[in-house]
């Protein structure tokens, strides 16, 4: 772990141990931009919001603008994404593939998985060193366009903007320069172009900030796919990824970078209570496919904008 702390709360609760070690965790977040709690007590994960609020030093922000699905535990605070066990969510950057992002963002364990199920953790600088320069180069000067056909296929719009009101998607839209579309049958498709790349606002670097990979058709199964290429046409994906012009990102590219994302991981075992923290541009995160009950929660905190 780029640093493992174990905990003596000193007899404090969780919340006033948070509290009183607030300005500590934030510079090593700062400095090292990963922490791993272990020993505070938080049973069940009662009082994870508040904790995370504390350390972090502002309030839970609400997941809007969704591309995974999520429950909503209480307070902000959310299950982490609920894909099938037997799936594995590569690297990423929290909400990398929109304007707006968490600068902060915590996990707790409250249930390890019997085998398997590690959120492995890896640094945003090391993935943008290792990207080789054309491959690097021609993104940040295209940029990424996401397209997105929200349905039943992936999440419906109400659930990835979390309203029933047409009228609130086109004012969020408009507020994050979102072109959009309403299609029949109540579907709704939407494009958004953005950098590559992104400067933390602390260290001033760049660093690898997108979701192109993710989004991309090749992130499928190759006969997936395939299938679904043929059943519904490549502009009728739930998602897919572009350059920032429209033209094809080079699947070989994108190997790459996924390549680079796997070889800079860092994995490590959960514990029950395991807190981490990370600061969502410095590090990335993921999850190993698991055997057994797993139940982690997520929250996060401090929007760049």
Not at 37 to 44: A, I, Q
Not at 72 to 78: C, P, S, T
Not at 133 to 157: C, H, T
Not at 235 to 252: F, K, Q
Request: with cysteine; aromatic share 10%; glycine share 8%.
């Amino acid at each position: 772990m780029p640093l493992l702390l174990e905990v003596d709360a000193e007899g404090l609760g969780a919340a006033d141990w948070a509290r009183h070690h607030h300005g500590a965790i934030q510079a090593i977040l700062q400095e090292r931009g990963a922490v791993l709690l272990r020993g505070l007590d938080l049973p069940d994960g009662a009082g994870f919001g508040q904790v995370l609020s504390a350390l972090f030093g502002g309030e839970l922000i609400e997941y809007v603008y969704r591309s995974t699905p999520r429950t909503e535990v209480q307070g902000r605070v959310y299950t982490a994404t609920e894909y099938p066990a037997g799936e594995v969510i590569p690297q990423h950057n929290e909400n990398a593939y929109a304007r707006s992002w968490p600068l902060r963002i915590g996990f707790l364990c409250v249930q390890p998985a019997e085998r398997g199920g590690e959120t492995p953790i890896g640094n945003s600088r090391a993935v943008y060193r290792a990207i080789p320069a054309a491959i690097r180069e021609k993104f940040e000067r295209k940029g990424v366009m996401y397209v997105r056909n929200y349905s039943q296929l992936d999440l419906p719009w109400s659930e990835v903007f979390q309203t029933d009101d047409r009228g609130e998607v086109e004012t969020y839209c408009r507020d994050n320069e979102l072109e959009w579309e309403w299609l029949d049958d109540d579907g709704l498709r939407t494009r958004q172009v953005n950098p590559a790349t992104a400067l933390h606002p602390v260290t001033g670097e760049t660093l690898w900030f997108n979701q192109a990979h993710l989004f991309h058709v090749s992130n499928l199964d190759p006969e997936v796919a395939a299938t679904m290429i043929e059943l519904f046409g490549e502009e009728n994906l739930p998602r897919n990824a572009y350059y920032g012009d429209g033209s094809p990102i080079e699947p070989e590219a994108l190997q790459a970078i996924r390549d680079i994302y796997r070889s800079t991981r860092l994995v490590f075992p959960w514990q029950r209570n395991d807190l981490l923290l990370l600061d969502n541009m410095l590090f990335t995160h993921g999850r190993e496919s698991y055997g057994g009950a797993r139940k982690v929660l997520t929250g996060m905190a401090c929007p760049n904008r």
